[in-house]
């Protein structure tokens, strides 16, 4: 897999035309959360990027994650169904579509380097801003290739 940096605007651009392809009817082929509470869902670990959202430190992130951060900014997808930090879980609750979707695209659009406030990733730990750039675009695909985009 190769990764990509959503620092490049180019990069943006394509994520940004992906989200724009789903629809309120669009489902998820794994998992649980339908495709607004997905939207939401990726706003959390962007925006704790950008300082926007705070979001706690958890004794088995600080334990497990740095181990796992490799997963994170790595060459290989993410697998079906990893678990999620109990912070970013988004199944108990109903989600507005077209508001977490221009949520979504607005944070995506304020990603940028000098952006990048919060060094420590809630689960993973230290992050540089490459290393947030890179992961953070591969847990949007993820999440969009989860419902066909």
């Known amino acids: ?27 998820p082929q794994w998992g649980k959360m339908n495709v607004a509470q997905m939207l939401a869902h990726l706003q959390m670990p962007i925006g704790s990027a950008q300082g926007i959202h705070k979001l706690p430190r958890t004794l088995f992130g600080r334990v497990v994650g740095p181990f796992a951060k490799s997963v994170f900014c790595g060459n290989k997808p993410f697998k079906r169904n990893l678990p999620t930090d109990p912070s970013f879980v988004m199944t108990n609750s109903q989600k507005e579509f077209e508001k977490e979707k221009q949520g979504l695209i607005a944070l995506i659009y304020n990603f940028k380097e000098e952006n990048i406030v919060n060094k420590t990733h809630p689960f993973f730990g230290k992050l540089t801003a490459e290393q947030w750039s890179l992961g953070s675009w591969k847990h949007l695909d993820h999440h969009l290739q989860q419902f066909e985009v």
């Open 1 to 27: 897999m190769e990764l990509k940096n959503l620092f490049d605007p180019r990069v943006k651009e394509e994520i940004i035309e992906r989200i724009n392809k789903l629809s309120p009817q669009s489902l």
